[in-house]
């Protein structure tokens, strides 16, 4: 055993290694060259860094890393953009239906309660990383319209999605705005994933970062998901960061870390997607009773006859 040369098994593995990888990038490149470009999209998509977590994850419910098994078929459909079978034809809001409709549409709610969920967790995870002083829906201070650009948000009333202290320096307030972009919707599909980064960012600086730098001196960050699970590269700085904070105050490895982060972030976006795609979203019917009686049991006009 002593006379084994370590460094040279080691060379050895590297070479297999790279050899392996190289072999897997010509078939890679073949294949690309041979599909169709939506099914080249979403091949793009999901070799996004974190995207594809949710299939190795263990199913802990105590995370919420779990599935059942329509949720799991409809999940691996929308991996690689096939159609969902059973699903209506058509929306609630009278438009033919699929899997880029209803991740558009904003019929329900569906739409904000993606957004929110990320919003809640990524709140979450800054205060897991020792953030001080973490909001969520922080309003702006008001600002003179004439003293920024017509671009800016200078609405009285105006908010961001959150708020914490303590991300890059004791005391710097950061602000966040969460954005959820469909890379399949119409709007979407003929731009290149670096170019759909690039642009919700810059919408969302040129909204907010002018403001927040003069008014509130703090800094801004745009939060830029997509529903295929990438993030945009100042998300990818602020994940980074924050897993780095929390594996150092548990005392974890940094990879461990940033890989629960990720899936975390990966299943709260899931499900809200999964959710999306079998939600109700036509005329909902009220109980007459309920929206007629007052919640002591007194009714607010005539009884009901029973």
Known sequence: MSNLDYAAIK??????????????QGQLKKIMEEVDPLTKRSVEAVREKGSSSWLTALPLKRCGFILNKQEFRDALCLRYNWNIPDIPKYCGCGLKNGVDHVLSCKKGGYV????????????????????????TEPALLPVNPNDFGTRTNTAEGA?????????????????????????????????????????????????YQGRVLETEKGSFEPLVFLTTGGTGPSCTKVLKRLAGKIAEKKGEQYSHVIGFVRTRLRFALLRSVLIAVRGVRGKVM?????????????????PYDC
């Open 159 to 207: 908010r961001l999605d959150i708020a914490a202290r303590g991300l890059t320096s004791a005391f710097e307030r950061t602000f966040f705005d969460v954005r959820v972009s469909h890379p399949f919707a119409a709007s979407n599909v003929t731009v290149s994933l670096k170019a759909l980064y690039e642009r919700n960012e810059k919408e969302k600086r040129d909204k």
């Open 11 to 24: 060379r050895a593995k590297e070479e297999i290694k790279m050899e392996k990888d190289k072999r897997f």
């Open 286 to 302: 009220k109980d007459p009773y309920i929206g007629n009686l007052a919640f002591n049991l007194i009714p607010v006009s005539e």
């Open 112 to 135: 904000s309660m993606r957004h929110d969920a990320l919003r809640d967790t990524m709140a979450c995870l800054m205060r897991e990383a020792g953030c001080n002083d973490v909001h």
